[in-house]
């Protein structure tokens, strides 16, 4: 009877622990099942480092971790820096909550209007404080943003941007897209022939057009401060624009605006106009990445070659433009191809240039007819000729360097080269 009943109880008691394992057990405080540490993301409904008006309007944000947990996760908020008052100037949860076995939540900040002029305010917020409940290890992110305090006039325009594609160091990680490129917010005429105002931080810009400036129609540009040249990236830029009560964040995109070799005064990229008219504005997209005026190349150049020490050789060609505005070059090695060749040119085609780098100058000349000549009478197999060089606008008058390669009978030769030195001609436009 005895050992019926230790059976009995036994029986009851696995009985007992089977119930009290249910489908809504979350593990909490389990001994065995333990929480990882996943990394935190943070996207945002605005441009980080952007300016905000002060009007009510709310903008999202998204917080997600990469590995679900077995308990909710608290993800917290707190204001560590700026001028501006959470609860008046602007208002934010103190924290979002990531439900057990998902992979994110969302929250809003809000921006509040009110009727006492200020000037603009900064606001500092973590997102992510690295106390979450329940989860260790999460790396939060700083979103800083800042609060204009406009006239119903006023037009704020925003610029941001980013690479096309991913870019990373020689240590394999990525780049910062305001390490990446420093740009430049202008606003200018149209057409652009003269910068009125500037906006030029540290990451994305903010202007902000006063509605008391004059009527008329003015640019947006896009130009470098500094860039990353070594690391060759398209960019993306986005424009926005904004005002008081009758137009919240208007947004236009640039892709591959500008590339990081662009880096240089010559090149800048017209994102939009905008016709002010009292405190109406209407906008026009634009999109054209200026190119280097090739017509101040147009002329008679002339200058030494490498031969000219030896010989007393000089060198003289004439560029022109066609209506497509492309560049022709002749005269290309005339007196070293007669002096030194012996040949006697009969005919020749001007050559085509390409810029491939407004910035440094650099150009090719891509293999094309060139030269119909004879030897001593007879006529002899045409020339081509391909090349490469440098064009130079630091000084006084251009400089052009060029080094050519003449194609015969499927052969190729570049003329004489003395103490090591490749044949080459350094002309200035006269």
Sequence with gaps: MKNKFLKISFSFLAFLLMLSCSDNDDYTNDSVVK???????????FSNATTLIEQEASYPFSVSITEAQIADVIVNLEQ???????????????SVTIKKGTLSASGEITIHADEIPEDEETVTIQIGLGNESNVSGVAGETVTFNIANLKSGD??????WAASGTVTNNSGEAVDPYALADLRLLLTDSPYTTVF??????SAETYVLDGAAPDGTYSFVADFYAAMTELNSDLDITLSFDQVGAINSQTHLFK??????DSCAELNFVMATITKSGDSYSFVEVGEKSALDLSVLVGTWSGPATWYDYFGYTSEVVTTIDANGDIYVNGISFQWFQGWWGEVIVSNTPVKVTVTN????????????YIVATYNGAPQPAYGLSGSGTLDFSGASPRMTVYPVFHQNGGTFSG????GIPFAEYLTLD
């Design 80 to 94: 560590t820096d700026g001028t501006a008052t959470a609860g008046e100037d602007f208002s934010m949860p103190n």
């Design 358 to 369: 407004f910035c440094t100058g650099a150009f090719i000349i891509e293999e094309q007819p």
């Design 197 to 202: 105002a500037s906006a030029d931080g540290a």
């Design 155 to 160: 037009l704020v325009v925003g610029m941001s």
């Design 256 to 261: 591959n605006a500008l590339n990081t070799t």
């Design 35 to 45: 929480a990882t540490s996943p990394s935190l993301t943070v996207s945002l409904g």
């Design 416 to 419: 004489p080269e003395f103490g």
